[in-house]
């Protein structure tokens, strides 16, 4: 069992959707980022947070410490948001990232 | 503007041939990472340099990869001996300070393909 869990795996939207993807950990983290990767592309860092809610633009990134769970929000949605997001968490103490599985998200004209 | 750049973007050896794959951080960033995404996998982490010192080098598969980081600067990551299971996307990131306190710059990647 993955320490990081995402949900869903993969989800497909039309334009203009808002969308939501979950990610949940296990164990205490001292940060927790939302990671974006096109198709042959690198990856490119969206949000690092330790608490509470950031926004940048289009997308929204929140964190529940207590619950240990993040979402990532995409609002109007748009095809060059197709991408896999993937969560990651630095446990306490542990520089290394853990990473989810990675959420699949195609967006249709 | 200067990101992470690795080298080479694309490389095909021949199993049992020794690999330098390059990674070239963002300048003043103290902490590098290396990390390794096999196909249809998910990315795992290889080692970590605060500085030019390797705290943590839990994730290297075995002793056959090898890294150092020279000046605080290069990183290389040396896979010798190369297996068929070695073939995967090998990318390094850099960031500002160590402790999950500032973002992660990643580079591109290098695609290594050992026949």
């Known amino acids: 069992k993955n320490e990081v869990e995402q949900s869903p795996q993969n989800l497909t939207a039309q334009e203009g959707e808002f969308i939501t993807i979950n990610c949940s950990y296990s164990?205490?983290?001292?940060?927790l980022h939302w990671l974006q990767q096109h198709p042959g592309g690198g990856i490119v860092s969206l949000f690092m947070l330790s608490s509470g809610k950031k926004k940048h633009g289009r997308l929204i990134a929140t964190i529940n410490i207590q619950e240990k769970h993040s979402s990532l929000h995409i609002t109007a949605s748009h095809p060059r948001d197709s991408a896999v997001y993937i969560c990651a968490v630095n446990h306490f103490g542990n520089e290394k990232l853990t990473f989810g599985t990675g959420t699949r998200l195609t967006i249709i004209p | 503007g200067a990101g992470v750049s690795q080298s080479p973007s694309n490389k095909v050896t021949e199993k049992g041939k020794d690999v330098e794959l390059r990674c070239d951080p963002i300048s003043g960033h103290t902490a590098l990472y290396w990390y390794r995404q096999s196909l249809g996998q998910g990315l795992e982490f290889l080692i970590y340099?605060?500085?030019?010192?390797?705290?943590?080098k839990s994730g290297l598969p075995s002793d056959r990869f090898s890294a150092e980081r020279t000046g605080g600067s290069v990183s290389t990551l040396t896979i010798q001996r190369t297996q068929q299971e070695d073939s995967a996307v090998y990318l390094c990131?850099?960031?500002?300070?160590?402790?999950?306190?500032?973002?992660?710059?990643f580079g591109n990647g290098t695609r290594l393909t050992v026949t």
């Open positions: 990131a850099s960031s500002l300070v160590t402790g999950g306190n500032s973002p992660l710059h």
């Open positions: 164990v205490g983290i001292s940060a």
């Open positions: 340099f605060q500085g030019n010192s390797a705290p943590d």
